[in-house]
């Protein structure tokens, strides 16, 4: 079988909603400082763009997840793969995401930052998938609503495949 991607997303128009979530998150924050949580591994294209998009003192830093196998189906369960590498009790988080799908991966998230005292905690998500909701989570700043397809690209795998595509677009299999 051979797979061909069909683009949902393309650069540009990637790159001008990027600019506008930076913007909003700049004049939102106002002169605070910021500590940004990369969700790895697929929030690192999305982050690297988000974060030069945001003109606010802040400092970066990663957390690593796993809840999906080798499929495309999330288990529900939620692996660290690994931790911060500072507090953040009393800072101001972001929490940047590739994709809100069913919501466990942040709503586990959010539950595990929240027992570290952070003054205040936020997401922003490049895309979400409503139709997959299984859990209701706050997404304080969204890139794209998109329908239930299994997407690609822009840092996002299918087996670890496909993060380095420029673009966000579907597997389609022949
Ligand atoms: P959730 O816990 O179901 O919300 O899934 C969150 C994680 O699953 C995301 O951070 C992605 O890594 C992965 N994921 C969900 N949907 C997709 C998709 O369409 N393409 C690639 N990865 C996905």
């Given at each position: 079988?051979?797979?061909?991607?069909?683009?949902?997303?393309?650069?540009?128009?990637?790159?001008?909603?990027?600019?506008?979530?930076?913007?909003?998150?700049?004049a939102?924050?106002?002169?605070?400082?910021?500590?940004?949580i990369?969700?790895?591994?697929?929030?690192?294209?999305?982050?690297?763009?988000?974060?030069?998009?945001?003109?606010?003192?802040?400092?970066?830093?990663?957390?690593?997840?796993?809840?999906?196998?080798?499929?495309?189906?999330?288990?529900?369960?939620?692996?660290?793969?690994?931790?911060?590498?500072?507090?953040?009790?009393?800072?101001?988080?972001?929490?940047?995401?590739?994709?809100?799908?069913?919501?466990?991966?942040?709503?586990?998230?959010?539950d595990?930052?929240r027992?570290?005292?952070?003054?205040?905690?936020?997401?922003?998500?490049?895309?979400?998938?409503?139709?997959?909701?299984?859990?209701?989570?706050?997404?304080?700043?969204?890139?794209?609503v998109?329908?239930?397809?299994?997407?690609?690209?822009?840092?996002?795998?299918?087996?670890?495949?496909?993060?380095?595509?420029?673009?966000?677009?579907?597997v389609?299999?022949?």
């Open positions: 079988m051979t797979e061909r991607i069909v683009t949902m997303l393309d650069q540009a128009t990637i790159a001008k909603r990027v600019a506008e979530l930076g913007a909003q998150i700049t939102e924050y106002k002169d605070r400082h910021l500590v940004v990369i969700i790895l591994k697929g929030s690192f294209v999305f982050a690297a763009d988000l974060t030069r998009a945001i003109d606010l003192p802040l400092r970066v830093d990663f957390l690593g997840v796993r809840s999906y196998g080798e499929g495309t189906e999330s288990s529900g369960v939620v692996q660290i793969t690994q931790d911060l590498s500072r507090p953040i009790a009393d800072e101001d988080v972001l929490i940047v995401e590739d994709i809100v799908d069913t919501g466990l991966t942040i709503a586990h998230l959010m595990l930052l027992t570290r005292q952070p003054r205040s905690v936020k997401v922003c998500s490049l895309l979400h998938k409503p139709a997959r909701a299984r859990v209701v989570v706050p997404i304080d700043y969204l890139g794209f998109i329908e239930d397809k299994f997407v690609v690209g822009y840092g996002l795998d299918f087996a670890e495949r496909y993060r380095n595509l420029p673009y966000i677009g579907v389609e299999r022949m």
